[in-house]
Structure formats: structure tokens, C-alpha cells
């Protein structure tokens, strides 16, 4: 009995696809080195990535560093050129004075400027701020600054700083961010210049 032509084919070409069909196909070997090469390259992009995220980060840190500065220029405006007197809210002790996220929260329009955005400490929700403020500058004149019987320039010494090395993923000297009396921002402590003693 002579089959129909649909399910005939010649020996030749049968053969020659079902060799095409096996030659496209992937062997265990092959597949698993596909899978080594993207961990691979997954485990080092993934760093690089990390950083970027990191960086971008420390940028809103810093914006929100900048507006506290912003917020302090005011309060000195509205308090005779003094800087407030308030001291970081502590775990274990209670406070004196008053907390920055109650002294300046008239100023900065929302106190979530106050959370470090890699705050992953929580240090935002327990104490009221990411960021440290200086004490030993509390209640002095903004343009005449000394602490620990020394002067220093604006320029020199900071107001308020990470809480903690919340930026660390950046690299040593990034790790925290820095407001300095004169409003600018930098993300590693440099006393710059000399120090003078007070008179």
C-alpha cells in the first residue's frame, strides 16, 4: 500500500533535518555555562550597581542637609544671629533641651527633611532626626563661632552630620555628609585653614 505524498519524504531530506533539528539544540554542558557567565556577570554589576543607588541617595541627603541649612539661616534671622540651643534626642537619657526635629520644625515645612534617606538604623523614628547636631555651638552668635576654647571660620565647623556612616557603600572619606556653619555641604570632615584660640 502506497501512502499519500503529504506523508512521504525522501531519505535525504528526512535525515537532513532531523541533523539540523539536533544541531540547534543545546547540551547540559553548554546551558550551564550560560548560567556561570550571567552569575558572573551579575556579581559584578551588582556592586556597581549598589554604589549608583547609594549615590543618589547621599544626593537627597545632602538636599535635605542643605534645606536644614536653609533652616537654620532663618531661625538665626528670626532669634537676634544666635543658633539654637537643642541637643540630639537620646535613648537612654532624657533631654534638657529641646530635640532639632522641635526647635526647627516652624522652619523646615516638613521635620521628614530630618530622615536620612539610608537611614536604615531607624535613628529617624527613635530619636527624631538622622542627623547630629553640634551642642558645642549652642546659643552662640552664627558669625562668631568657638568651640572647645578655640575659633573657628565658618567655613571650618560643621553644624550637623549623619547620625552615622549611612553612605559607607560610596567608599572611605563618603561615608557621612557634613553641613558647615557657612551653609555649604561636603561629604567627608575637613577642618580646613587654621585654628585660632579665642581670645
Known sequence: MEL???FTCR?????ERGNADFRRAFTLIELLV?????ATLAAL????????KES???AVCLSNLHQIGVALQLYTQDNGNRLPS??????T??????APDQVLSNYLGSVRILQCPSDRQNLFETTGSSYSWNSLLNGQDADHLSALGMRFDLHQIPLMFDKDRFHKARGSKKEVNYLYADGHIKNLLAIEGTIQPSP
Open 4 to 6: 499519500p505524498s503529504r
Open 11 to 15: 531519505l535525504s531530506l528526512c535525515g
Open 34 to 38: 550560560v548560567i556561570a557567565l550571567i
Open 45 to 52: 554589576l551588582f556592586p556597581t550597581f549598589g554604589r549608583a
Open 56 to 58: 543618589g541617595r547621599a
Open 86 to 91: 537643642m541637643r540630639d534626642k537620646s535613648l
Open 93 to 98: 537619657t532624657t533631654n534638657e533641651l529641646p
